[in-house]
C-alpha cells in the first residue's frame, strides 16, 4: 500500500500530520533547537558500544519472537528469530542485524513467512522516561526493506503509552529518512511525521538523534533537526510521553511501508556501531507543558 505525503518545511509529510506541522512554523519556540547535540547537563546513562564479539548481550536484549505464529504488525512478511548469529551477531565492534531469504519452516513458531530477521529491544531490562538517544548505524537497503530505531511504551499499551520513531527508512528509496510519534490521538497512517534528504545510508555510518524532554520530543540525522512535536497540554492522547520507553531496533520486510519486496537483494543488513541514552542530571523545576 503506498502511503501518500505532502511536501512542508519539515520534508515530506503524510496529510494528517500537515496542519499539526504547519501550525509550529510561526511559533517562536521552533528556533530553539537547530542542531542537535548532548544537551551540557546530560550525562551518559546507558550504552551499548557492541564491543564482545557473539550473540547480542542477553543483558541488554531480547530477541521479540511475540508475533512469529500470528504475523507481525502492518501486514509485515518477517520472521524474527530467537538468539540466532545468522540474523543478529556483534563483530568487529558492530551489532550487525540481516535478513535473509529463507524459511524457518522447522521452528513451532513458522506460519509460512519466507525471510527472516531479527527484532530487538530492552524491554524489561532497560528503559527510560526523557533523555538524548543516539545511534550510529549503516542502515539496510532494497526493495522490501523497512529497518527502524525506535521506542515503546513499557507498559505495552500500545497506542496508548505512544511510539516515537527515531528513524524508518524504506530501502526502495534510500535517499530518504523519517521519524515519527504515534499516539492515540494519531496513530499509523494519521501519525506525525516528518523527513529529510539523505546521502548514501546504506553505505555510510549516520547519527540518528531524539531528544525527549517533557515539553517536546525532537528528532534528526547527524545533527539536523525534521521533526519536533510539542507537548501542547492537550492531556496523555496527544502526550502519554511522561512515562518510560524501551528502545527497539529491526529490520522489517514488506508491510505497509516496507511495500513490494525484491528477492534478489538478500541478504541485506543493518550495521549499529553503538546505542546510547544521556539524561539531565541536572533537572529545573518542574517543567510545565507549552501551551499554543
Not at 542537535?36 to 550504552?47: I, R
Not at 564491543?51 to 548481550?57: A, W
Request: with cysteine; net charge positive.
Amino acid at each position: 500500500m503506498k502511503t501518500m505525503h505532502v511536501k512542508s518545511r519539515f520534508g515530506w509529510v503524510r496529510p494528517a500530520a500537515a496542519a499539526l506541522l504547519a501550525s509550529l512554523v510561526a511559533l517562536p519556540a521552533l528556533a530553539q533547537i537547530t542542531k542537535l547535540a548532548v544537551p551540557k547537563t546530560h550525562k551518559l546513562v546507558w550504552s551499548d558500544e557492541f564491543d564482545t564479539d557473539g550473540l547480542p548481550n542477553p543483558a541488554n536484549w531480547e530477541h521479540d519472537t511475540s508475533r512469529n505464529k500470528l504475523g507481525w504488525h502492518n501486514n509485515e512478511l518477517q520472521y524474527y528469530s530467537a538468539p540466532r548469529a545468522e540474523n543478529a551477531v556483534v563483530r568487529d565492534g558492530k551489532l550487525v542485524v540481516t535478513a535473509r531469504l529463507e524459511s524457518m519452516s522447522g521452528a513451532a513458531d513458522w506460519s509460512g513467512q519466507r525471510y527472516t530477521s531479527a527484532r530487538l529491544n530492552t524491554r524489561g531490562k532497560h528503559d527510560w522516561t526523557y533523555g538524548f538517544f543516539e545511534v550510529r548505524a549503516k542502515l539496510a537497503c532494497g526493495a522490501g526493506t523497512w529497518p527502524a530505531l525506535w521506542t515503546l511504551g513499557s507498559k505495552g499499551r500500545w497506542p496508548d503509552d505512544g511510539e516515537l520513531d527515531i528513524m524508518e527508512f524504506v530501502g526502495s528509496n534510500p535517499g530518504r529518512v523519517q521519524s515519527a510519534v504515534h499516539t492515540s490521538a494519531g496513530f499509523g497512517g494519521q501519525g506525525v511525521v516528518g523527513a529529510q534528504g539523505i546521502t548514501n545510508a546504506c553505505g555510510e555510518f549516520h547519527l540518528y538523534q531524539m531528544l525527549w524532554t517533557p515539553t517536546e520530543a525532537v528528532f534528526g540525522v547527524n545533527g539536523v533537526v525534521h521533526l519536533r512535536y510539542p507537548n501542547r497540554g492537550t492531556g496523555a492522547r496527544a502526550w502519554p510521553f511522561d512515562a518510560p520507553q524501551y528502545f527497539v531496533l529491526n529490520i522489517a520486510i514488506g508491510g505497509d511501508l516496507g511495500g513490494a519486496v525484491d528477492d534478489k537483494i538478500f541478504p541485506v543488513t543493518m550495521e549499529v556501531d553503538y546505542v546510547r541514552v544521556y539524561q539531565d542530571q541536572i533537572p529545573p523545576p518542574r517543567r510545565r507543558a507549552v501551551r499554543y
